[in-house]
């Protein structure tokens, strides 16, 4: 069970009331693109044993969609910030280096 | 057939055992949706002027006011007068980006009081609902059991709940707040 801090409405909330919506930061493939793009945009996915980067939905809450970074083997999570960003804030990405400092993730 | 007026889906008063607990599904109530920047004086004023009540705080509720996400805010009023809020609303904020719709008739308008209501509560909404936690004016819209609902603890009382779901889900939160109701089912930690 993950405990999620809703950056939009700053709940405190248990994941039950959130809703994931996938790898975040992925970069759209349009009109354009060539077949090997468009298809490995719509269908391929990283599925990392450790961090992950993720669109996240307080779907029970507020509804705001936000960008969550967490370790996919242990549940940590490292922070989450705005949706309307393409790449995690530097202080997310801290976290993550410390949390690899001290041997939490690969 | 009048389309204007709809009709409670359900009515109904429900006495359990436990601790006086009362349930009960509330009359009609006008409900008006606003959507704006909440932090913007001339939305606060346009709705200290529509229902008499200053901008509720993040996760609060006033008499007429609820705070519903950081940009919407469900407006409450007597049913029959919501068209009157909307007008009000769109008046004064014809110059401020907003939307303001009347959902009067999307959701059911629950009742739950007694020693013993945060209890149920919290058997199915995962919000911590401690006395001193949870307290008169405080507001989470969450779930509960497996529906979107919303609930504050109303001033009227010393343990009056207020609760909101979807007309649609009402029969079900119904069944599930009478069953977790019942006398001896209280776990008695809160
Ligand atoms: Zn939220």
């Not at chain 1, 990392?48 to 969609?65: D, I, L, N, T």
């Not at chain 1, 242990?74 to 410390?98: H, K, W």
Request: proline share 4%; glycine share 10%.
């Amino acid at each position: 069970m993950l405990l999620i801090d809703c950056p939009c409405c700053g709940v405190s909330g248990e994941e039950t009331e959130f809703a994931a919506g996938g790898e975040a930061h992925l970069k759209r493939e349009g009109p354009g693109s060539s077949d090997d793009a468009f298809t490995a945009y719509l269908f391929e996915r990283k599925n990392p044993r450790g961090v992950h980067f993720e669109r996240w939905r307080h779907a029970f809450g507020c509804g705001k969609w936000f960008h969550m970074a967490r370790s996919t083997a242990t549940l940590e999570v490292f922070g989450v910030y705005a949706a309307d960003v393409l790449a995690p804030p530097q202080s997310v990405l801290d976290r993550i280096e410390e949390a690899r400092s001290e041997g939490r993730v690969k | 057939m009048d389309m204007t007026l709809a009709r409670p889906l359900m009515e109904g008063t429900a006495d359990s055992g436990a601790g006086g607990l009362k349930l009960s599904v509330q009359p009609l109530r006008g409900m008006v949706t606003l959507r704006a920047d909440l932090s913007d004086a001339t939305v606060a004023k346009a709705v200290k002027d529509a229902v008499g009540s200053d901008m509720p705080g993040v996760r609060k509720a006033t008499d007429t006011a609820l705070w519903m996400s950081p940009d919407e805010l469900l407006l409450l009023c007597p049913y029959g007068e919501q068209a009157d809020v909307v007008g009000k609303l769109t008046d004064a904020l014809a110059d401020t980006h907003h939307l303001a719709v009347d959902v009067s008739d999307a959701r059911t308008l629950f009742r739950l009081e007694g020693d013993t209501a945060r209890e149920v509560l919290a058997k199915g909404a995962p919000v911590d609902l401690a006395r001193g936690q949870f307290t008169v004016g405080d507001l989470r819209r969450t779930r509960i059991s497996h529906v979107a609902a919303a609930f504050w603890q109303s001033g009227e009382g010393p343990d009056v709940f207020e609760i909101i779901c979807f007309r649609s889900y009402a029969r079900y939160l119904w069944d599930w707040l009478e069953e977790s109701s019942r006398e001896g089912s209280m776990p008695g930690v809160l």
